[in-house]
């Protein structure tokens, strides 16, 4: 079972920039499709953005060309990369992963948004604001 820590929340003035992570607790990390999601008070959690086992990413609207998703296999660790912030971005940031091998690629990264459900695995989140 992955294990899912975030940090690098905070809060910061419109148009700046903020790096997540995610540090996972299991070696088989490069197997894992992650993604990111947000919940702003009062909304559900919504998908943002997310990248496979081969790299392959896949990003919602409201953060193309904002928001950069990587990952370093070698660390265990998932980032998100957020710049141009707004205060529309001002939410509880959650990592979540879903195992998706070579032999049987999990549909949580074939989506074109990241869908809640496709994930089995979360992190505890870590809070983004945005004043302006």
Do not use: H
Not at 4 to 10: D, N, Q, T
Not at 76 to 90: A, C
């Amino acid at each position: 079972q992955a294990q899912l820590v975030e940090s690098g929340g905070g809060s910061v003035q419109a148009g700046g920039s903020l790096r997540l992570s995610c540090a996972a607790s299991r070696s088989s990390f490069s197997t894992y499709c992650m993604g990111w999601f947000r919940q702003a008070p009062g909304n559900e959690r919504e998908g943002i953005v997310a990248i496979d086992s081969d790299y392959s990413t896949r990003y919602d609207d409201s953060v193309k060309g904002r928001f950069t998703i990587s990952r370093d296999n070698a660390k265990n660790t998932l980032y998100l990369q957020m710049d141009s912030l707004k205060p529309e971005d001002t939410a509880m940031y959650y990592c979540a992963a879903a195992f998706s091998p070579p032999w049987r690629r999990s549909n949580a990264c074939r989506a074109s948004t990241p869908a809640r459900a496709d994930f089995a695995y979360w992190g505890q989140g870590t809070q983004v604001t945005v004043f302006s």
